[in-house]
């Protein structure tokens, strides 16, 4: 079983509550569509958990304002930013510096290797959209125009892949030619006939945005899709962004999954 884990933003409190489940489940193989660090207060701890356990980490649009310091993000965004990169600059010790074998870790060239997209069997792993595949975000059509719009990416654009993993948005869902499908509790899963296009929104393990403060991710077990929402420690990640200074609304919005 494959777990896809995206957007842990520097939140490990939210991403050990999740390798707990995914130990639970019977997860062997986990990928992550980026966005480990930036927002959160742990980016080394996430880091050095990403290099050890994931099989995959691609380029996420805050890995990318990581390392060349370039970026449009508001200014908690940005405070945020510049902070975790004056962290990984400094950090010594740790599991990167095991397996590199060096006492300081270069962990801004790690970052800067991730890929920005994958091909994984039949699926395309991308943060952002099978356009841009690290900026761009993939929207849940809202009305017939939109819906038309997702259809012909899916016929005309998904080729060589039938399904495409997304993270960047931060809310789990699932288009597809005939709709759009919203995980809920009580029915988390989906059964995708073979070849059948869609995208897999696989939702936020450390700040998700669809009104549910609870990490989000998704399972691949053959043709079906499992939607997962796990509880976390959230009042120590709070503290722990207002201990370093990083700005309150950080800490506040993870509370409303906002
Ligand atoms: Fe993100």
Redesign the pocket.
């Known amino acids: 079983m494959i777990a896809v884990v ?2 842990i ?1 520097g939140n490990l409190e939210a991403l050990t509550a999740v390798l707990e489940k995914c130990e639970e489940i019977g997860v062997d193989d986990i990928v992550c569509l ?2 480990i660090i ?2 959160g207060p742990d980016p080394i701890a996430v880091a050095d958990i990403a290099i050890e356990r994931f099989r995959v980490t691609l380029m ?3 890995e990318e304002a990581l390392v060349t310091g370039k970026h449009r993000f508001n200014p908690y965004a940005a405070q945020a930013i510049d902070w975790t990169r004056t962290q990984l600059k400094g950090a010594s010790g740790g599991r990167l510096s095991r397996l590199l074998g060096s006492e300081r870790p270069d962990y801004l060239s790690w970052f800067k290797d991730l890929p920005a997209y994958v091909v994984d069997a039949n699926r395309l792993l991308v ?1 952002g959209s099978i356009y841009d595949p690290v900026h761009d975000y993939v929207d849940e059509p809202e009305n017939p125009v939109e819906a038309e719009q997702m259809i012909q990416t899916l016929e005309r654009d998904f080729s060589g892949f039938d399904l495409c993993f997304a ?2 948005n ?1 809310t789990p869902f699932i288009a597809t030619k005939v709709g759009t499908f919203f995980p809920h509790d009580g029915h988390p899963t989906f059964t995708l006939p073979p070849g059948h296009k869609a995208y897999i929104c696989v939702g ?1 393990v450390g ?1 998700p945005r669809d009104r549910d403060w609870r990490s989000s991710f998704a399972t691949i077990d053959g043709n079906t899709i499992t939607y997962h929402r796990v509880s976390y420690d959230l009042q120590l990640t709070q503290q722990k962004i207002l201990d370093i200074g990083l700005h309150k609304f950080l800490a506040e919005r993870l509370q409303y999954g906002c």
């Open positions: 995206s957007d933003h980026g966005d930036g927002y996420g649009n805050h943060h993270g960047h931060h936020s700040q």
